[in-house]
DNA sequence: CGACCATTTGATATGGATCAAGCGATGTGG
DNA sequence: CCACATCGCTTGATCCATATCAAATGGTCG
């Protein structure tokens, strides 16, 4: 239940490069992006809850979780962040949720105020942002339609998830951990174990290892996910 | 866990007026408002599920629950919206969620098409459409959060959240049902039911009326939310 | 008054949490 | 190269919070 030991935390302050060339057809590519590109380590802090947000971020490689901490060391992942996605953006000037690498990732780090300057400028940026705060929202809405499901039908959708969002084909390798997948469902460790040994007896899925997935019946894991 | 029949749902089309004075500190006080003022009846639907978002609407009166239906009836409740609230904004065309007057209902009709041009035209309107979202995703992470919790402290959560929306001074009158609260919380009417019973035994509320709250021990409420 | 609906309260069932081993892969030092 | 510690994961046994089922109560409106 608790979040791993953080490592090095370091500010945004290395090699500043022109970004690579942004993809136009991505939400952030209509920005004129110049920013630096920072390798973090795994379980290393990316940003803390309330610290300042200073900066915007997009995942290069490698994969990041968004969460909070209760009091009490109950960790809830909102959001996992993959290549492509853009993370740390916000309306105020604080960070609401604390950001970590998974994996050895890579992100392009851009300033705030850039961006927001050119929002000011450019209503099609400032549309790109609005947009990229309610693509959030949506998976937000949909991330809270799961926690009122059963076990099964969390880690379903979670499989169908994240099918979508990198399997190449029908299987696809996770980069979190049985613990990270346990805080974004709201279920323990043992439990989700447990759900993808069923599943796999079910012959849904298949396991090849711990963090290999193999879909093997996606009209299953669909009659499961409403 | 079934949602109340619906009663008649009307397209936005009644007495056209020009808006009541927009009060300037509201998110939608930026925009020039010429909409309609529509009632609802209770129980009666504003929008649903999949419909086209033509429109942008902001209680008035009463009170507005957000919602969606899994397959098997089990309903979740997105989001309350109380008056000075503004609902139903969505960056594509359809709405993601049904929307239902919870009693009484009065709300300002404003053509989506309208907020978009003057968004496109006025930076500082496309940031107000941008913070609406952003507040909605903050209450959506919040909410999620909640979900993970026990019964005792989602309900605290859930009382003193409707007693900084709605109360004068320590008291203040639910305008939803038990069923509403519990689809909210991801709980039973029985459990929601039983925890407020016992947080009048524990002396942290009085309960003059089912729909009353008193907060008699608020700090008791606090140490119960994180 | 009587019907209806919302709410409360009680008894029991159950899905997932908790507690507790065991297992397999990876890495480290001897 | 192997013994052994470590870590992430799985599996098993038991427990408990909340769901479910059932009934009583209370408030509202005709």
Redesign the pocket.
């Known amino acids: 239940?608790l979040a791993?030991v953080q490592e090095a935390r370091r500010p945004p302050e290395t090699r500043h490069v022109r970004a690579a060339p942004p993809t136009c057809h991505s939400l952030l590519g209509a920005l004129d992006l110049t920013g630096a590109v920072m390798p973090f380590d795994r379980n290393a802090e990316i940003y803390g809850e309330n610290e300042p947000a200073d900066y915007v971020y997009k995942v290069i490689s490698g994969a990041v979780r968004s969460y909070k901490v209760l009091h009490d060391g109950r960790r809830q992942i909102d959001a996992f962040y993959l290549p492509g996605d853009v993370f740390g953006l916000e309306l105020g000037d604080e960070h609401t949720c604390s950001a970590e690498a998974i994996t050895e990732t890579t992100v392009l780090v851009v300033r705030r105020t850039h961006v927001l300057d050119a929002a000011e400028r450019r209503s099609e940026v400032a549309r790109n942002l609005w947009s990229l705060t309610a693509r959030d929202l949506r998976r937000a809405q949909h991330h809270t339609l799961l926690l009122i499901?059963?076990?099964?039908?969390?880690v379903a959708a979670f499989l169908l998830e994240m099918s979508e969002r990198l399997a190449a084909g029908t299987a696809f390798e996770?980069p979190?951990?049985?613990?990270?997948i346990?805080d974004y469902l709201?279920?323990?460790?043992?439990?989700?174990?447990?759900?993808?040994?069923q599943l796999e007896g079910a012959a849904a899925i298949s396991?090849p290892?711990?963090?290999r997935i193999v879909l093997r019946d996606r009209s299953a894991l669909d009659r499961l996910n409403d």
């Open positions: 239940m791993p499901k059963s076990a099964q039908e969390r996770l979190m951990s049985r613990q990270d346990a709201g279920l323990t460790i043992e439990t989700v174990s447990r759900t993808l040994s396991l290892a711990s963090r």
